[in-house]
């Protein structure tokens, strides 16, 4: 005899929506650096900027920190003149894991939430344009 039907059925297919990450980045600190050895120089600067970006907001909250100090030391790597080609392909593969292009984004469902207080800013330019913005 068949199974009766699910009180709360949940579509196999169903779609979920996007996520919208904030047009101004991740504020705060880095996390502290989670790979064996010291940092250098180069990996310091590229890890405060990675974490600074809107991307950052969602891999804190998926618990990424090992994959972007990974894509950090690869990436500070690949950019020096020797790089190879699979040094080079790593990165690659990394920055689509981790939403750093717009086709990964899109992929991902990532969007970048629009400023809308600071587009309302660039539009006033006078006193009274001022008082409109904010009235």
């Known amino acids: 005899m ?3 039907p699910k009180h709360d059925p949940a579509r196999r297919n169903a779609r979920v929506g996007p996520v919208l990450l904030p047009a101004e980045g991740r504020k705060g600190e880095p996390p502290v650096w989670p790979l064996p050895g010291k940092m250098s120089g180069a990996e310091r600067e590229a890890w405060a900027q990675l974490w600074a970006t809107p991307q950052a907001v969602a891999w ?4 990424w920190t090992r994959t972007v100090a990974r894509y950090c030391r690869v990436m500070v790597a690949a950019e020096k003149t020797d790089a190879t080609a699979a040094l080079l392909a790593q990165v690659t593969a990394l920055e689509d894991r981790l939403g750093l292009t717009p086709k990964s ?3 991902l469902l990532w969007q970048i939430a ?3 207080v600071g587009v309302q800013r660039e539009k006033s ?3 009274r344009d001022r008082i409109k913005a904010v009235g």
């Open 2 to 4: 068949p199974q009766p």
């Open 60 to 63: 804190e909250q998926m618990g």
């Open 105 to 107: 984004m899109r992929l």
């Open 114 to 116: 629009s400023d809308e």
């Open 125 to 127: 330019q006078g006193a």
